[in-house]
């Protein structure tokens, strides 16, 4: 093999910068410090040299990765290898205005080694530098390669903006004002003059912290909510739901849950915090309203947007719709089973499902045997009723334990949750998917595994994940496939759920449903725990409100792209003003921000040379 097509598959197939790969050991007396400091020189000096390649060679691994979000340009890339690297600084360094590289030294940011797993050992350092528009974070993972040190991933990302600070902490509003907050609050919610620069559809977590960021960066935003108030949407679900991620992974921003708040938050307490969130950061959300058409003008770049408000009409006009309906988009999957007018029971979708109680006495077909399958299936259980779940193929499984080991480290009473999201979030996901596929075998053969033992045993089929790197991958590709055991394997090992494992469905009966091996299920009930239709594609959302010159211009939303990003995803979704906002409650934490500095830059003229 040549040298060339030899750095070609490298740049394909990334590895981990192990020490059985890079031959070397860490001297105890080693200062990350000073290591830091000779590096991050080294590297500063690289960044200005002509030509760039030579010395920036030394200072990153062939192999290595650099991630960058918004600091150079206006999307996200996650560019791997060094000659890929190199091109991508040579065309933005300068454009950016790329300067002032310097060594974050003291507190969380401090240099530090790291040891994920005793032959992986990362230097960590942290650097702010400055581009023409704002100030940046720079946040690398050096290895030593035969006694020098490279970095193995470097991210870069816009922290603020030079002349738009958000209005927070010592930046919040100082206006005194006259009157009464509470008219005035009323005033800008109603919205009089018609013309919000930002129009959001959906004020679940997504849209309320997107809402929340763009405030703060000054850009009118309206929020249009379809249910009756704000936090319906986990209201109406099933009464026994609960976050499956600790507290202090699922924080909102800007307004952190208060200290005696659950581990596990119950649907309604969020339904509940989502209100008072809203009320309290001043976001202006329209309920039970919902947009019946937005049209694009071509020649003013703005959005024509008619809104059914209750009984009223009202007609917008703004630069920007973002979508935050979640990744389905919405649309409930139920599929089409032949024999349904024969069934003599009720058939409904899991979003349908509200408590085991309604069907006592009901004997109950589950079919999904992923997080809404077992938490519908338990409810069922904790009930005594009949309760048969239906696995059609192998599901990742993990119990709240794995969850806890996985996140601990960083997401817990200590960390704070900027820093956390910061460091989570510089790992490109490549890199993620490397160390994922050590973790989560581990994980199976230490914590789980006389969970999945037993569940096996009795029949219900698991797996790692896609190449055995558990859950990531099943939420990023296609955000389902797996489910976080808060006590249903139990039951099902226990027999209290019954499984009908393998196979499909042929029929409905009168009495239940058929399977194509010749077995039935008797119920009165049939619940779809299956998704949502479309392929989980969020553009089927704004189907019915644009025109199809619109929807032909969109680009596939959720998945990864060849860079391992995010497709269409708080980022260009192949129509201008159109944007799509969405994911649990780490990814749109961190990524809101991304998206509000994104628009507020567009509004500022600050998108011109990036």
């Known amino acids: 093999m040549s040298a060339v097509s030899a750095r070609d598959q490298a740049t394909r197939n990334p590895q981990l910068p192990t020490s059985d790969k890079l031959h070397y050991e860490i001297p105890a007396d080693q200062s990350p410090l000073a290591l830091a400091k000779a590096w991050c020189q080294s590297f500063s000096l690289a960044l200005q040299s002509v030509p760039l390649g030579g010395q920036l060679a030394q ?4 192999d ?9 340009s206006w999307d996200f890339r996650s560019i791997h290898g060094i000659s890929l690297v190199v091109s991508y600084l040579e065309a933005h360094l300068s454009v950016a205005g790329f300067r002032s590289v310097n060594l974050i030294e003291n507190g969380l940011q401090a240099p530090a080694f790291s040891s994920p797993f005793p032959d992986l050992t990362f230097l960590q350092l942290c650097f702010d530098f400055e581009t023409s528009i704002g100030k940046c974070l720079g946040i690398c993972r050096l290895v030593n390669n035969e006694g020098h040190w490279k970095a193995y991933t470097v991210t870069t990302s816009l922290e603020e903006f030079h002349k738009f600070p958000e209005r927070i902490g ?4 100082p206006t005194f004002y006259q009157g009464t907050w509470a008219e005035k609050r009323q005033a800008e919610v109603e919205c009089p003059n018609n013309d919000p620069t930002v129009v959001i559809i959906g004020a679940g977590h997504t849209g309320l912290e997107t809402a929340a960021r763009l405030n703060n960066l000054g850009v009118p935003t309206l929020v249009i909510e379809k249910t009756a108030r704000i936090g319906d949407v986990w209201r109406h679900r099933y009464k026994t739901l609960s976050l499956h991620d600790p507290v202090w992974y699922d924080q909102m921003p800007l307004m952190p849950f208060p200290a005696p708040w659950p581990k596990y938050a119950p649907a309604t307490k969020l339904g509940d915090w989502f209100e008072a969130y809203a009320q309290t950061l001043e976001i202006n959300v329209w309920t039970s309203s919902h947009i019946s058409s937005a049209k694009w003008d071509s020649t003013t770049k703005k959005w024509n947007i008619v809104v059914q408000r209750g009984a009223s009409t009202r007609s917008l006009i703004a630069k920007h719709i973002i979508v935050a309906t979640g990744v389905s988009g919405g649309v409930p999957n139920i599929p089409n089973i032949p024999g349904r007018a024969e069934f003599g029971g009720l058939v409904l979708h899991s979003s349908q499902f509200t408590s085991a109680a309604d069907y006592l006495g009901k004997r109950v077909l589950v079919i999904g045997a992923c997080n809404s399958g ?29 969850t806890d080991a996985l996140v601990g480290d960083l997401y817990n009473e200590n960390v704070p949750i900027d820093h956390a999201d910061r460091l989570n979030f510089s790992f490109p996901f490549a890199v993620v998917r490397l160390l994922h596929q050590r973790l989560f075998p581990h994980f199976a053969a230490t914590i789980d595994r006389d969970l999945l033992e037993d569940l096996n045993r009795v029949g219900f089929r698991t797996n790692c994940g896609p190449d055995n790197a558990g859950v990531l991958p099943l939420w990023y590709c296609r955000a389902g496939g797996y489910f976080i055991d808060t006590g249903a394997a139990q039951k099902i090992i226990d027999g209290q759920i019954k499984l009908k494992s393998g ?8 009495t239940g449903v058929c399977f194509m091996d010749g077995t039935d299920v008797a119920a009165d009930v049939v619940i779809y725990a299956t998704g949502y239709a479309d392929g989980g594609d969020a553009r089927a959302t704004v189907k019915d409100i644009c025109d199809p010159e619109v929807l032909a211009k969109l680009k596939p939303v959720w998945g990864v792209d060849e860079e391992d990003e995010l497709r269409s995803v708080w980022r260009d979704s192949g129509h201008e003003g159109l944007w799509f906002a969405m994911g649990n409650f780490p990814i749109s934490r961190f990524y809101s921000r991304f998206l509000a500095m994104r628009i507020k830059a567009q509004e500022e003229g600050l998108t011109v040379n990036l």
Not at 66 to 71: G, V
Not at 170 to 173: E, S
Not at 503 to 510: D, K, L, S
Request: hydrophobic share 45%; aromatic share 14%.
């Open 503 to 510: 196979g499909a469905i042929e029929r409905y009966t009168r």
């Open 64 to 72: 290595g990765f650099w991630r960058d979000l918004y600091a150079l």
């Open 170 to 173: 010592a930046m919040r509003n």
């Open 59 to 62: 200072l990153i691994l062939e």
């Open 374 to 402: 077992q938490d519908i299936a338990h409810d069922f259980a904790n009930y005594g009723a009949d309760v048969t779940m239906f696995q059609r193929s192998s599901t990742f499984v993990m119990s709240v334990k794995v």
